[in-house]
């Protein structure tokens, strides 16, 4: 099949996996560090300079931190960490708190910082938005964001005129930001998209007979999409990444892996041609899915 030839510079690596074990399909756990090295190294030697981290990932700020260091990228590396915020956060707090990732990740300045979670947007008094502000303006931060769960929430942030980084959920499976027309309004507000759950933290790409019994629901839909796929010679991974380079041209994509080989498959995907005919019967064979299945926050219960 003949190769796309856009650039790989839309893809981050998620990096959750080198603090903690990560993803409903993770087998090896939390990486050693050797194992962390070689897979941070593959997509930076591979074209990938962005990165995705948390301040709650575990060590994972450290870890990468090292990491850049001893592959003597820190200078250059991209860098996206996720604050905690909390309430009643004072400035001197909140400002302390950076400065530590930014200590722990041995760069000078984050690309972007994050709400983690978009109930702390409840939390933005005059005071966290004054320090946020701050932050960029004394060039410890380029852009500010918001990780998001629902479209109620990201038109909340949109309108908050603070941000401009969105960080949400989307993939071939999970289209309820685009019919929200979200991807529409961040556009218009001049607001930068990072799609993440591309691979549902890997549940699309789990075997049917290793799919948990309360995950039940979503095999109707893997169905649909390994036929569509084996007919035009894809697997589910192929399919999961080009839905969503091609329908969100203008957003960047974040993915996890576990291993080295992972992060090559990933790119060797991400470059290949779309079969023109998969994505509209897609759209309109794949069953609708709730958000028990949808959102990882709900598979607790």
């Keep these: 099949m003949s190769e796309y030839t856009g650039s790989v510079s839309r893809l981050v690596l998620g990096t959750a996996q080198l603090g903690m074990p990560y993803g409903i399909a993770n087998k090896i756990g939390k990486p050693d560090y050797a194992s962390a090295l070689s897979l941070v190294r593959t997509a930076w030697e591979n074209g990938i ?3 995705d981290t948390a301040q709650v990932y575990g060590e994972g700020e450290q870890v990468l ?4 260091e001893e592959l003597g990228v820190s200078s250059k590396a991209k860098v ?3 604050l905690k915020l909390e309430q009643n956060s004072d400035k001197e707090a909140l400002a302390r708190r950076v400065q530590e990732s930014l200590e722990r990740l041995g760069v000078r300045k984050l690309e972007c910082l ?3 979670h978009e109930d702390m947007l409840d939390l933005l008094n005059d005071a966290v938005k004054e320090t946020l502000q701050m932050l960029i303006q004394k060039g410890h931060v380029r852009h500010l964001g918001v990780s998001l769960y629902s479209p109620k929430r990201a038109k909340q942030a949109l309108d908050s005129n603070l941000f401009h980084v969105m960080q949400l959920p989307a993939s071939v499976l999970d289209r309820r930001f685009h019919r929200a027309g979200i991807f ?4 218009e507000h001049g607001c930068c998209i990072y799609i993440r759950s591309v691979f549902l933290q890997g549940l699309l790409l789990m075997k049917m007979e290793e799919i948990p019994g309360k995950m039940a629901p979503v095999k109707p839909a893997l169905a649909v999409l390994d036929r569509l796929a084996s007919r035009d010679g894809l697997d589910r991974r192929a399919v999961a990444l080009l839905y969503v380079r091609d329908k969100y041209p203008n957003a960047k ?4 892996a576990e291993a080295p080989e992972q ?3 990933n790119i060797k995907c991400w ?3 779309t079969p023109k005919r998969i994505f509209p019967e897609l759209d309109n064979s794949l069953p609708g899915l709730g958000e028990n299945i949808l959102n990882p926050a709900k598979w607790r219960n």
Excluded: M, S, W
């Excluded at 931190?65 to 850049?68: A, D, M, T």
């Excluded at 529409?184 to 556009?187: H, L, P, Y």
């Design 253 to 256: 994509v974040i993915f996890g």
């Design 65 to 68: 931190g090292r990491i850049f």
């Design 49 to 51: 300079t962005e990165f």
């Design 263 to 265: 992060v090559l498959q």
């Design 184 to 187: 529409e309004n961040a556009q």
């Design 271 to 273: 470059r290949l041609k």
């Design 80 to 82: 996206t960490t996720k």
């Design 114 to 116: 994050l709400l983690h």
